[in-house]
């Protein structure tokens, strides 16, 4: 079974307008979740996580997540993306036993 | 602090050949993961080492192995190559293990299997 989905495999949006990246995972028990961003030809760097307390995470870049434990979602914001936002974004979750699952990835396009 | 390392960057091999590859995590950093990346797979998990000895293992089968040294450089080797092990394969280096501290991603190996 899938453990994390990105629904949006690409994402075009016009600089300065806002993105959400939508990711949802499949689990019965507690996870820790993660967002990270891979540029071109780069490895990849976290953005943010959430392993408890607030369900609002704020990352790096000005990114932010929500958790919602109900409908099995972490998706990904920005209020005003750049062109340097301009990469693939992967969500994770870590499962007991330490085994991360990634999703395909959302490739978001920033269009000047 | 330098980041983590990774070499080689590009590797070429022939099928039934194997391959090392190497990481260097950053300097105090004991857990080293190692990912694959594909167009086709995505990112998958191969294994976590802390401490010289193997945490977790992803679902790969045995020709992936790996090792970790005492000073935490971590080595992957995989053994009879297929034409599918083309890939990017990905070191990430932590404190101590991934599932509370945050891993740092070196800029990964591409082989490419012919």
């Known amino acids: 079974a899938q453990s994390v989905t990105q629904l949006d495999s690409q994402v075009p949006v016009f600089e300065e307008a806002p993105v959400e990246l939508r990711c949802n995972y499949s689990?019965?028990?507690?996870?820790?979740l993660f967002w990270y961003v891979q540029y071109p030809n780069q490895g990849l760097q976290l953005l943010l996580k959430?392993?408890?307390?607030?369900?609002l995470v704020k990352g790096i870049n000005g990114f932010e997540a929500e958790f919602n434990k109900s409908q099995t979602s972490f998706h990904l914001r920005k209020p005003s993306v750049h062109i340097s936002d301009t990469a693939e974004y992967f969500c994770?979750?870590?499962?007991?036993?330490?085994?991360?699952?990634f999703g395909t990835g959302t490739s978001l396009t920033v269009i000047p | 602090k330098a980041g983590v390392t990774q070499t080689p960057r590009y590797l070429i091999k022939t099928r039934g050949q194997q391959v090392t590859l190497s990481c260097s995590p950053i300097?105090?950093?004991?857990?080293v993961s190692w990912y694959q990346q594909t167009p086709g797979q995505g990112l998958q998990f191969l294994f976590e080492?802390?401490?010289?000895?193997?945490?977790n293992k992803g679902n790969f089968p045995g020709r992936f192995s790996g090792r970790q040294f005492s000073n935490s450089r971590s080595e992957m080797n995989v053994s009879t190559l297929e034409l599918g092990d083309s890939a990017l394969y990905l070191c990430?280096?932590?404190?101590?293990?991934?599932?509370?501290?945050?891993?740092?991603f070196g800029p990964g190996t591409r082989l490419l299997v012919l």
């Open positions: 990430a280096s932590s404190l101590a293990l991934a599932v509370q501290e945050t891993q740092y």
């Open positions: 689990s019965s028990v507690s996870v820790y």
């Open positions: 959430y392993l408890s307390g607030s369900t």
């Open positions: 994770a979750v870590l499962k007991a036993g330490n085994q991360f699952y």
């Open positions: 300097s105090g950093h004991r857990s």
């Open positions: 080492y802390f401490s010289e000895t193997q945490r």
